[in-house]
């Protein structure tokens, strides 16, 4: 049985920061709906071995291993995956970093590195993607936003920042190209057990501290998110727009 709101079939889908963790779970959800998959980070060894990994299961994947952060490797990089592999219907803006540190004491460098990382990806890679798929007259972004886009915590105000700005350029983007046929929304995680949170997984206050102040009383698995990312990569979301899907467990509803 097929569900045409939600079948990925013919698509191809460019991630970012796709070979590990949430970008990874992400990509190997939309080639299990039907997509074609692009990896994209900036370690060839995990591209190589999430491509064998997604290949075994029967997804057709390949990659691309430009620097997000460099946007002349951008759109080198995006327009080489159009010319050799085909068409990107799909982005996600998922490359993304975190650095904790008490705000008074939060290296000028590393603040520089989050900005880039974290906003500055979405802007490049974004615009580079959008200017293919506006002669197209369709397609679909997702941008990796965070409950960090709504909330803070002590020693991550700078990401904060670029959360709330990634939650922004969202509708900026959509306000500039929703009239060309792109829906453009955010995909706003809640606290996930992933590689970049692995020291707070692996605390037993944080973990008991995030279990009493989430309402689901748990930390997130990041298959949880498919759904939420296939339901804004398909027909389901033809009129969603500039809009934020938290998933998060409940945490940006309740005190």
Not at 56 to 65: E, L, W
Not at 217 to 223: E, I, K, L, S, Y
Request: hydrophobic share 45%.
């Amino acid at each position: 049985m097929t569900f045409p709101l939600f079948d990925l079939s013919g698509l191809r889908a460019l991630v970012t920061g796709s070979s590990q963790g949430i970008g990874f779970a992400l990509a190997e959800g939309l080639a299990a709906h039907g997509a074609e998959v692009v990896l994209n980070g900036r370690d060839r060894a995990k591209l190589d071995a999430a491509v064998n990994q997604l290949t075994a299961a029967g997804a057709k994947v390949s990659a691309s291993d430009f620097d997000v952060t460099d946007a002349e490797a951008v759109r080198k990089g995006v327009d080489e995956i159009e010319t050799r592999i085909g068409p990107i219907d799909i982005l996600v803006n998922n490359a993304g970093m975190q650095f904790r540190t008490p705000l008074e004491d939060f290296p000028v460098d590393r603040w520089e590195q989050l900005l880039k990382t974290n906003v500055s990806s979405v802007f490049y890679v974004g615009q580079a993607v959008a200017k293919h798929m506006i002669g197209r007259g369709r397609g679909k972004i997702i941008n990796i936003a965070s409950v960090q886009s709504e909330l803070a915590r002590p020693g991550i105000a700078p990401y904060t920042a670029t959360k709330g700005a990634v939650k922004n350029l969202t509708r900026g983007m959509c306000t500039d190209w929703a009239k060309h046929g792109l829906q453009v929304n955010a995909l706003a995680p809640g606290y996930f057990k992933t590689p970049l949170n692995q020291a707070l997984v692996d605390s037993a206050e944080f973990s008991s501290w995030l279990e009493k102040r989430t309402p689901a009383a748990r930390w997130g698995n990041v298959d949880e998110l498919v759904g939420a990312a296939v339901f804004l990569s398909g027909k389901a979301s033809s009129f969603v727009n500039g809009h934020t899907l938290y998933v998060d467990g409940g945490i940006t509803t309740s005190l």
